[in-house]
């Protein structure tokens, strides 16, 4: 594809390559859909001085709403799965952890606040903090399946003292959960050097000149990608004497 410039006038050519499937990117939108209205509920039942709602009629509004998204909420990884399994292992495979991610922590502070591209190792088609953002959504999945249900249909049935844990499981899900979305939200939408992200999950390509800079692994493959970033190193090293 070509772009022409505003004001400069130039056309740039862009290569773009495929990074999620629709089915990937529908997924992603369709879990952001019912995890936000999620969380909204969910803090209305949970913040005390949201109180006011979460009686009466509202709180039944509300306590419906929570119900309905929670249907589609653990179903959309099921029905993922149905169409696409190898994807959704692909997926765990990928989220999983590993010693790579140790170079992301230490570099991250650098590049994130000072945008110093050389203290950031190459990182694969998600780097860490995307990988720890999906580690957690995929535990939160299990979790509120594993505190809601019961807390839907065991009223009255479950021990008053192991219905307590299981509210407080909820309960701490949802603060981890939430507190990892604001961050992975605001990093798509509003940090500087995360913008293409966004374009990616909703067109599915990303740049060649984007994946290569963010996503090097992914891109040129472990061995040239480290080449790569060893050179960068030095050269910057170089630059400052
Ligand atoms: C499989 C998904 C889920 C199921 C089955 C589920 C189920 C439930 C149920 C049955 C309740 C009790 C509502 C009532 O008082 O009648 C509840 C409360 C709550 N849910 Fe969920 N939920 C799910 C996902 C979520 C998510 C994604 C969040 C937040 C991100 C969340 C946050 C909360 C909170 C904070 C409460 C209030 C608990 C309290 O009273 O302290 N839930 N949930």
Avoid at 190 to 217: D, I, K, N
Wanted: hydrophobic share 50%.
């Amino acid at each position: 594809m070509t772009v022409q410039l505003k004001d400069r006038g130039e056309v740039i050519a862009i290569q773009w390559i495929p990074k999620y499937t629709t089915l990937e990117r529908l997924g992603h939108w369709l879990h952001t859909a019912t995890f936000v209205p999620l969380a909204i509920t969910g803090m209305v039942l949970y913040f005390p001085f949201l109180q006011p709602l979460a009686q009466g009629a509202a709180g039944e509004f509300v306590r419906m709403i929570h119900r309905v998204a929670a249907i589609l909420f653990g179903l959309l990884p099921i029905i993922y799965y149905i169409f696409q399994p190898r994807r959704l292992l692909l997926h765990i495979r990928e989220f999983l952890p590993n010693k790579e991610d140790i170079g992301w922590l230490k570099g991250a502070p650098a590049y994130y606040l000072l945008g110093k591209h050389e203290a950031m190792p190459p990182q694969g088609r998600f780097n860490a903090g995307e990988k720890l953002n999906g580690l957690v959504m995929m535990i939160a999945w299990a979790v509120f399946g594993i505190t809601g249900i019961p807390m839907w249909f065991g009223k009255g049935i479950i021990p008053p003292e192991i219905f307590r844990w299981l509210v407080i499981g909820h309960d701490l899900m949802m603060i981890v959960s939430v507190c990892m979305f604001l961050v992975h939200l605001y990093l798509a939408v509003a940090h500087p050097l995360m913008w293409a992200g966004l374009v990616s999950m909703r067109f599915g390509v990303v740049s060649a000149e984007y994946a290569a800079e963010h996503h090097a692994r992914w891109f040129y493959g472990p061995k040239r990608a480290r080449e790569i970033y060893e050179a960068k190193k030095r050269a910057a090293a170089e630059g400052k004497h």
